[in-house]
C-alpha cells in the first residue's frame, strides 16, 4: 500500500506539472533517474508511475527520443459511476435542477456529488481539486464564473470529462447543455402579439458575460429593433429581497407606454408585475422560467425542461466515457415548454 501510494504521488506530481504549464502537450519530460533524483523517490516508483500515466494517454513513449507529453481530447474507456456537480447553489432554480438530474442519476445507476460554486477559489484551482480526488465526470453551471478554454483542453486532455450547464459556450473540450434561450424568446414574443401586443418592451440583467442574459437580449432586439429595453443590476442576482423597490417601480414608469413585456427571467418578472398590479399599469407580460406568483399575476411563462436537459447531460457524458468512439463536443439546446 505504501508503494502504491508512492508512484500514485509520482503521477499526480506530474499532473499537476502539466496543468501548471511546467510541461506541456509535446514537451519531452527528463528520464527515469531524472526524475527519481528530483521527486526523491527509486526508479521503481518512477517507471510505475509512468505506465499508469501511458495508460491514461497522457504520455507517450518514443524509442530513441525519450517519454513526452501526449495529451489525448478525444473519447476515454470510462464509467460513470460518480458525477460531480459544480453550481450556485443561491441560484432560484437550483433545486428544480439538481432534484431533475438525481433522478436521472439514480435511473443510470450514478451517484451526483455536488459542489458548491467556489467563493475566494478561482473556479481552475477547482475543478483541479476534483481531477486530484479521482472524480472524472464533471457537470459545471458556470453562471457568471469564468474559465479558460485552455484550462478546459489540460482538464480534458489530463481525461476529465467535462459538460457545461445552463451556457452555450462552444469548445472543443467539453460538451454544453441548456434552454434554447433565442427559441423561447421568439415564442414569448409571438405569444404576446398573438394577444394583440404591438408594442412590446424587454426587462432583462445588465451582465453580458453570462451567455443566456446576452443571448435573450440580442434576440428580442433582433424581433423588435426599435423596442424599449431595461436592465436591472445583476448584484441583485440570488439577492432579491435587496432589490429597491423605488428602482423596480422607477424602471416599471419607463415601460409604462408598453402593452406587452418579455422578463429575460422570472426573477425579474414576479416583482416588476406586483409593483405594476400595484399602480395600476396594465399590460400583457411573458418570461423565462417558472416561480410561485406567476400565475395569480397572469404572466404567461416558459419553463425549461430540466429532465430533458439532465437527460441529454447524461448522453453527452456517456459519449465522453465511451473509448474509441468519435466524440466531438457540441452545444445542445433544449427547448422549453409553454
Same mark, same amino acid.
Given at each position: #500500500?505504501? *508503494?502504491?501510494?508512492?508512484? %500514485?504521488?509520482?503521477?499526480?506530481?506530474?499532473?499537476? #506539472?502539466?496543468?501548471?504549464?511546467?510541461? %506541456?502537450?509535446?514537451?519531452?519530460?527528463?528520464?527515469?533517474?531524472?526524475?527519481?533524483?528530483?521527486?526523491?523517490?527509486?526508479?521503481?516508483?518512477? =517507471? $510505475?508511475?509512468?505506465?499508469?500515466?501511458? /495508460? /491514461?494517454?497522457?504520455?507517450?513513449?518514443?524509442?530513441?527520443?525519450?517519454?513526452?507529453?501526449?495529451?489525448?481530447?478525444?473519447?476515454?474507456?470510462?464509467?460513470?459511476?460518480?458525477?460531480?456537480?459544480?453550481?450556485?447553489?443561491?441560484?432560484?432554480?437550483?433545486?428544480?435542477?439538481?432534484?431533475?438530474?438525481?433522478?436521472?442519476?439514480?435511473?443510470?445507476? @450514478?451517484?451526483?456529488?455536488?459542489?458548491?460554486?467556489?467563493?475566494?477559489?478561482?473556479?481552475?484551482?477547482?475543478?483541479?481539486?476534483?481531477?486530484?480526488?479521482?472524480?472524472?465526470?464533471?457537470?459545471?453551471?458556470?453562471?457568471?464564473? *469564468?474559465?479558460?478554454?485552455?484550462?478546459?483542453? $489540460?482538464? =480534458?486532455?489530463?481525461?476529465?470529462?467535462?459538460?457545461?450547464?445552463?451556457?452555450?459556450?462552444? @469548445?472543443?473540450?467539453?460538451?454544453?447543455?441548456?434552454?434554447?434561450?433565442?427559441?423561447?424568446?421568439?415564442?414569448?414574443?409571438?405569444?404576446?402579439?398573438?394577444?394583440?401586443?404591438?408594442?412590446? &418592451?424587454?426587462?432583462?440583467?445588465?451582465?453580458?458575460?453570462?451567455?443566456?442574459?446576452?443571448?435573450?437580449?440580442?434576440?428580442?432586439?433582433?424581433?423588435?429593433? *426599435?423596442?424599449?429595453?431595461?436592465?436591472?443590476?445583476?448584484?441583485?442576482?440570488?439577492?432579491?429581497? /435587496?432589490?429597491?423597490? /423605488?428602482?423596480?417601480?422607477?424602471?416599471? %414608469?419607463?415601460?409604462?407606454?408598453?402593452?406587452?413585456?418579455?422578463? @429575460?427571467?422570472?426573477?425579474? &418578472?414576479?416583482?416588476? *408585475?406586483?409593483?405594476?398590479?400595484?399602480? &395600476?399599469?396594465?399590460?400583457?407580460?411573458?418570461?423565462?422560467?417558472?416561480?410561485?406568483?406567476?400565475?395569480?399575476?397572469?404572466?404567461?411563462?416558459?419553463?425549461?425542461?430540466?429532465?430533458? #436537459?439532465?437527460?441529454?447531460?447524461?448522453?453527452?457524458? $456517456?459519449?465522453?466515457?465511451?473509448?474509441?468512439?468519435?466524440?466531438?463536443?457540441?452545444?445542445? %439546446?433544449?427547448?422549453?415548454?409553454?
Amino acid at each position: #500500500m505504501e *508503494e502504491q501510494n508512492l508512484y %500514485q504521488n509520482v503521477k499526480k506530481k506530474i499532473c499537476r #506539472m502539466i496543468y501548471e504549464d511546467i510541461y %506541456q502537450d509535446g514537451d519531452l519530460i527528463p528520464p527515469e533517474r531524472k526524475l527519481s533524483e528530483e521527486l526523491g523517490v527509486s526508479r521503481v516508483t518512477v =517507471r $510505475k508511475a509512468l505506465k499508469l500515466l501511458e /495508460e /491514461e494517454h497522457i504520455i507517450e513513449r518514443i524509442q530513441g527520443s525519450g517519454t513526452r507529453i501526449a495529451l489525448q481530447y478525444g473519447a476515454r474507456e470510462g464509467n460513470m459511476d460518480i458525477i460531480t456537480l459544480v453550481a450556485p447553489a443561491q441560484n432560484a432554480f437550483f433545486s428544480r435542477f439538481i432534484d431533475a438530474f438525481q433522478t436521472t442519476a439514480e435511473e443510470k445507476d @450514478s451517484l451526483v456529488l455536488f459542489k458548491q460554486k467556489p467563493g475566494n477559489m478561482s473556479l481552475e484551482k477547482c475543478l483541479y481539486q476534483i481531477y486530484e480526488k479521482d472524480l472524472r465526470n464533471v457537470v459545471l453551471w458556470l453562471e457568471d464564473m *469564468e474559465l479558460t478554454s485552455e484550462a478546459l483542453r $489540460k482538464l =480534458r486532455g489530463l481525461g476529465m470529462n467535462i459538460v457545461l450547464f445552463d451556457t452555450t459556450f462552444k @469548445s472543443a473540450y467539453a460538451d454544453a447543455v441548456c434552454v434554447d434561450n433565442s427559441d423561447a424568446v421568439k415564442r414569448l414574443y409571438q405569444v404576446l402579439t398573438d394577444k394583440g401586443c404591438s408594442k412590446i &418592451g424587454f426587462v432583462g440583467w445588465d451582465e453580458k458575460r453570462v451567455r443566456s442574459v446576452r443571448i435573450r437580449e440580442q434576440e428580442f432586439c433582433r424581433l423588435a429593433p *426599435e423596442a424599449p429595453v431595461c436592465r436591472m443590476s445583476w448584484d441583485y442576482r440570488n439577492r432579491l429581497d /435587496e432589490m429597491s423597490m /423605488e428602482e423596480v417601480e422607477e424602471k416599471v %414608469q419607463g415601460l409604462s407606454g408598453c402593452d406587452g413585456i418579455i422578463y @429575460s427571467v422570472a426573477e425579474l &418578472g414576479i416583482p416588476f *408585475e406586483r409593483k405594476a398590479k400595484e399602480k &395600476g399599469i396594465v399590460h400583457r407580460s411573458a418570461m423565462i422560467d417558472v416561480l410561485p406568483g406567476a400565475e395569480q399575476l397572469g404572466i404567461t411563462a416558459m419553463e425549461q425542461d430540466f429532465q430533458g #436537459m439532465s437527460e441529454k447531460i447524461f448522453d453527452c457524458l $456517456k459519449r465522453q466515457n465511451q473509448g474509441g468512439s468519435a466524440w466531438k463536443a457540441g452545444v445542445y %439546446q433544449v427547448k422549453g415548454k409553454l
